[in-house]
């Protein structure tokens, strides 16, 4: 089945330090991937996403690159900010008819201090 | 503003009774999902439907039913059969072109059973 697996949190971080969050995936297929982010007590917002492999997806500074030869989507930021806190959520859907039912991992959780 | 309504923010609910949580969508989705989170873990699917009276059970739909008689709305049954209903209930849409569309999600409902 497809899976997705994240490295386990909290990560803890000084304001303008550097940012990975780990990301691999396991899927039937060629999948597209996703991160999301979550702020407390919010849903989720789309933060990047790539559909095929070697796209880098991009967004308020974050990147991430899908990786088939590793099968990974590793989420980085060169430099954090306190108002990045948050849950982030590695996620991948298959191409498989018109709903696009998303594998989620299990989020990481970032919290950058001053 | 185009959006995802989900409410009651809070909902609180006896042992043993049905509670329906509603979802409204004015992104003239086809496409619309329920989602499931509990501490610690990522999101599951309970259902999705892909269009209009149709919708298919996700990863754990056993005590949670639903209806899809408007586009824009995807409300959701917990029953007293599900047996451990706590949670996050989070609503999402999507456009339902591609199985790898964005999906965009509602605030969320926290569902307590007392």
């Known amino acids: 089945g497809n899976s997705v697996t994240q490295m386990e949190g909290p990560v803890t971080l000084s304001e303008e330090a550097f940012l990975t969050i780990n990301c691999t995936y396991t899927?039937?297929?060629?999948?597209?991937l996703f991160w999301y982010v979550q702020y407390p007590g919010e849903g989720l917002q789309l933060l990047l996403k790539a559909t095929k492999a070697d796209d880098k997806g991009s967004n308020k500074g974050f990147e991430a690159t899908y990786r088939k030869e590793t099968t990974s989507f590793h989420l980085e930021k060169g430099s954090v900010q306190v108002s990045d806190s948050a849950v982030y959520f590695c996620a991948l859907s298959l191409n498989t008819g018109t709903a696009s039912k998303l594998t989620f991992g299990t989020g990481t959780r970032l919290q950058v201090t001053l | 503003d185009g959006g995802i309504t989900q409410s009651p923010k809070y909902l609180f609910r006896k042992e043993g009774q049905n509670v329906t949580l509603s979802c409204e969508q004015n992104l003239n989705h086809d496409a619309m999902y329920w989602y499931r989170q509990d501490p610690g873990q990522g999101l599951r699917l309970i259902y999705y439907s892909q269009i209009v009276n149709d919708f298919q059970k996700g990863d754990i739909a056993e005590g949670y039913s639903v209806s899809r008689e408007k586009k824009e709305s995807f409300p959701l049954t917990v029953t007293s059969a599900q047996k451990n209903p706590t949670a996050f209930y989070l609503c999402?849409?999507?456009?339902?072109?591609?199985?790898?569309?964005?999906?965009?999600f509602g605030p969320g409902t926290r569902l307590t059973v007392l």
């Open positions: 999402a849409s999507s456009m339902g072109r591609t199985g790898t569309d964005t999906q965009y």
């Open positions: 899927a039937t297929g060629y999948p597209s």
